[in-house]
């Protein structure tokens, strides 16, 4: 096992409105060695729909999004599904500023995103095994 492999398969749902973010966020997660897509949204409603039928891990939730945004549906995801961890995406760092309340994990910047940075966001908050 590599570094950077996780064990086992971390299961992932991307959040976003904009279907090219959402595949640059797909080949990240295929890029990240112990993760896989378990699906994906386009809207905070659709979200919260597909990870009570899929119950991920790890969530990648885009904070602007038409009707219900990502702090909402983020805040809604962790009521039901408690160990689901949740990291919040941006272009705008503004955004960071609704994280604690809604029981995000994380904030990360889109500029920022990496293979490594999704797997060691996860590794510091992944629920105890």
């Known amino acids: 096992m590599t570094q950077d ?29 112990g993760m896989v897509l378990g699906g ?15 119950a991920p891990q790890l969530v990648l939730m885009d904070v ?14 962790v009521a039901a599904h408690p160990d689901t961890v949740v990291l919040l995406v941006s272009a705008d760092g503004a955004d960071a500023e609704g994280l604690h309340d809604c029981g995000a994990a994380a904030f990360l910047p889109k500029q920022r995103l990496s ?3 999704l797997v060691d ?3 510091e908050h992944a629920p105890p095994a």
């Open 5 to 33: 492999e996780l064990e086992p398969p971390i299961q992932v749902l991307v959040v976003d409105d904009q279907d090219l973010f959402r595949s640059v966020l797909r080949d990240l997660v295929a890029s990240a060695d």
């Open 40 to 54: 994906e949204a386009g809207s905070g409603e659709e979200a919260l729909e597909v990870a009570d039928q899929l």
């Open 121 to 123: 966001a996860w590794r």
């Open 115 to 117: 293979r490594q940075v």
């Open 64 to 77: 602007r999004m038409p009707g219900m945004g990502g702090i909402e549906a983020t805040r809604q995801l």
